[in-house]
Nanobody
Framework: VQLVESGGGLVQPGGSLRLSCAAK????????MNWYRQAPGKERELVAA????????KYADSVKGRFTISRDNAKNTVYLQMSSLKPEDTAVYYC?????????WGQGTQVTVSS
């Protein structure tokens, strides 16, 4: 199992970024996927989740209305579209999935929101 995130970077407050997570080594379309984040000095938190078929999603209250999780099962990729970014969104963002009842994490991608 391999999860590889990309798309992080430095963005000004109010800006947008789209994160991608490319999956390999398992039947991607069979598993729900998640995005987590961890800010300096804070615990890792669930940001968004999506079911295997993409028909259902959920979000942390702090990102509702600003972030959108989606997936393309033909491309084995899950996305996180982030808009109206705030300095408090600064964190390392991780893709995660429970594959065959074991948790797998990507290496993370840094998102920094600053003017």
């Amino acid at each position: 199992v391999q999860l590889v995130e990309s798309g992080g970077g430095l963005v000004q407050p109010g800006g947008s970024l789209r994160l991608s997570c490319a999956a390999k080594g398992f039947t991607f379309s069979s598993y729900a996927m998640n995005w987590y984040r961890q800010a300096p000095g804070k615990e890792r938190e669930l940001v968004a989740a999506i079911t295997s078929g993409g028909g259902s999603t959920k979000y942390a209250d702090s990102v509702k209305g600003r972030f959108t999780i989606s997936r393309d099962n033909a491309k084995n990729t899950v996305y996180l579209q982030m808009s109206s970014l705030k300095p408090e969104d600064t964190a390392v963002y991780y893709c995660m999935g429970y594959i065959s009842k074991s948790p797998y994490w990507g290496q993370g991608t840094q998102v920094t929101v600053s003017s």
